[in-house]
T-cell receptor, first 106, second 115 residues
Framework: KNEVEQSPQNLTAQEGEFITINCSYS?????LHWLQQHPGGGIVSLFM???GKKKHGRLIATINIQEKHSSLHITASHPRDSAVYIC????????FGAGTTVTVRA | GAGVSQSPSNKVTEKGKDVELRCDPI?????LYWYRQSLGQGLEFLIY????????KSGLPSDRFSAERTGGSVSTLTIQRTQQEDSAVYLC?????????????FGDGTRLSIL
């Protein structure tokens, strides 16, 4: 079983601030997903990456496969970014981090 | 285009009853996954199907839980003799194939409440 640790567990930021969420896992993987879950429960896949860096709008995800570590960055954060962000390393199935609850205040 | 569809969206039932939850994956997706999210808990893998291969049932919490996938498309998750600890949101996801480099697309989930 892949042990997944996310940090921080909770994060509060002011609008416009730069946010970083970290994810470490214990077992080598083929890819890692970052998921976003809004209040109400719907889950959206933000990124899936197996190396390097991906960028989508104000979101940036990086991964270091050798170090078994990934980060999700939110630049110029906005209240609509408030959600739970979940790291999910994938072997042949997803393991999940406990999630990081992000609150962005206007 | 149509995403992953789950039904019902909410289900309330009495302890001891059987329930069936349905998942319609995205057309053409050969991999289908069931997950569970209990109140205040993280996501938990239950079972996944890849094409006609035997499903990976390693996440099912007890023998009261079973799932099938007919015709390589629609899947049904069945919980027999429900218990209060089965209350959770049950999420289904599908991907083109199983494994890395294929994103999973999630349904909106079924919120199951056992009284």
């Amino acid at each position: 079983k892949n042990e997944v640790e996310q940090s921080p567990q909770n994060l509060t930021a002011q609008e416009g601030e730069f946010i970083t969420i970290n994810c470490s896992y214990s077992v080598g993987i083929s890819a890692l997903h970052w998921l976003q879950q809004h209040p109400g429960g719907g889950i959206v896949s933000l990124f899936m990456l197996s190396s390097g860096k991906k960028k989508h709008g104000r979101l940036i995800a990086t991964i270091n496969i050798q170090e078994k570590h990934s980060s999700l960055h939110i630049t110029a954060s906005h209240p609509r970014d408030s959600a739970v962000y979940i790291c999910a390393p994938e072997g042949h199935k997803l393991s999940f981090g406990a999630g990081t609850t992000v609150t962005v205040r206007a | 285009g149509a995403g992953v569809s789950q039904s019902p969206s909410n289900k309330v039932t009495e302890k001891g009853k059987d329930v069936e939850l349905r998942c319609d994956p995205i057309s053409g997706h050969t991999a289908l996954y069931w997950y569970r999210q209990s109140l205040g808990q993280g996501l938990e893998f239950l079972i996944y199907f890849q094409g006609n291969s035997a499903p990976d049932k390693s996440g099912l919490p007890s023998d009261r839980f079973s799932a099938e996938r007919t015709g390589g498309s629609v899947s049904t998750l069945t919980i027999q003799r429900t218990q209060q600890e089965d209350s959770a949101v049950y999420l289904c996801a599908s991907s083109l194939i199983a494994g890395g480099n294929q994103p999973q697309h999630f349904g909106d989930g079924t919120r199951l409440s056992i009284l």
